[in-house]
């Protein structure tokens, strides 16, 4: 079968011919006869009116340009996942909102600019910027040995202008791991279970914020039927509902009790890991076919 139909898949300057593991879904795309352009978010020459539809996967370095990005992804006619799901969904305090919602999300609290922060005395604590991606400025920290280096971390968020998170570590990152549970298009178009990972913990030491997104410890995992449950309850909070999204990644630790907690709903750009389940890149283009 041909259509005639041109794609965008959506890159950075870091991955000019996509992230690998996103290949399978760019030949999906052109085994159904589709025209695939591999085109960077911001890339001044492209021209977004052309592509029945604009799919992100791999823009990694917009987080310094968080504006520039969420104005661009408003400007595209037909992105996947839309613009405001993109502008709600890149900024973490809409964990805050699934919280309040009953999704069981990891105790969060947020430190925004000129506000102050009243630090825990003991235990183990994690410090990161509401917009992130790739552990970015994320780290650690074992109190109260490390509590003045917790400080400045978070005061260098907030002079920046930015928004400070500080939860708990879980450190059943460390053993169970974290599990990412991939939500794709099913036959009927509703946004269901695809497949899942685990991945290894990253913060492996304390107080340091150099992290090698390349160090990744991925392995195909099946998810247990408490993290389903999760997933399902963060997919059921999303503003506006799941029937316009195209993907959704769901990425649970479990808690002090075992229970699975929410580290991120991530509706932006995840990895998806298609390369980890055999049917998911076809899954996927499938998908994007049925929304042209
Ligand atoms: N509260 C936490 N407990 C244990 N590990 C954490 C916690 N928060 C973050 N991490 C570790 O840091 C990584 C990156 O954090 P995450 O919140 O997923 O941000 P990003 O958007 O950068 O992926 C996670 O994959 C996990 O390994
Ligand atoms: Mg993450």
Same mark, same amino acid.
């Given at each position: ?99 309040? @919602? ?63 998170? *500080? ?65 399902? @309850?963060?997919?059921?909070? *999303? ?13 649970? *630790? ?39």
């Amino acid at each position: 079968m041909t259509v005639d139909a041109r794609v965008a898949l959506v890159t950075c300057s870091a991955f000019p011919d996509l992230w690998e593991d996103d290949r399978p879904l760019r030949d999906a795309l052109r085994a159904r006869g589709v025209a695939v352009d591999v085109v960077r978010w911001d890339d001044a020459d492209a021209d977004w009116t052309v592509y029945d539809l604009t799919v992100i996967r791999s823009p990694w370095d917009y987080v310094a340009r968080h504006d520039q990005f969420v104005a661009w992804a408003r400007s595209v006619p037909r992105l996947a996942n839309p613009g405001d799901v993109i502008a709600w969904n890149t900024d973490k305090r809409y964990l805050g909102e699934l919280a309040a @919602a009953g999704v069981p999300v990891i105790p969060t609290g947020f430190v925004g600019p000129g506000e102050t922060w009243t630090p825990p005395a003991t235990g183990q604590w994690v410090v990161k910027p509401t917009v992130s991606a790739g552990s970015q400025d994320t780290a650690r920290y074992d109190f109260p040995d490390q509590l003045g280096a917790a400080r400045a971390h978070v005061t260098r968020l907030t002079a920046a202008g930015r928004t400070a998170m *500080i939860q708990p570590y879980l450190s059943a990152v460390a053993t169970a791991g974290e599990t990412a549970v991939l939500c794709l298009p099913d036959a009927a178009g509703d946004l269901t279970f695809s497949h899942a990972i685990r991945k290894g913990p990253m913060l492996t030491r304390t107080g340091e914020h150099e992290i090698d997104p390349g160090s990744e410890d991925i392995t195909a995992r099946t998810p247990s039927e408490a993290e389903l449950a999760v997933a399902r @309850a963060a997919l059921a909070a *999303i503003p506006g509902g799941t029937k316009r999204l195209l993907y959704a990644r769901i990425d649970v *630790i479990p808690g002090p009790d075992g229970a699975p907690q929410l580290v991120e709903l991530e509706l932006t750009e995840p990895a998806l890991f298609l390369s980890f389940a055999p049917t998911a890149a076809n899954r996927l283009a499938d998908g994007i076919l049925a929304r042209l």
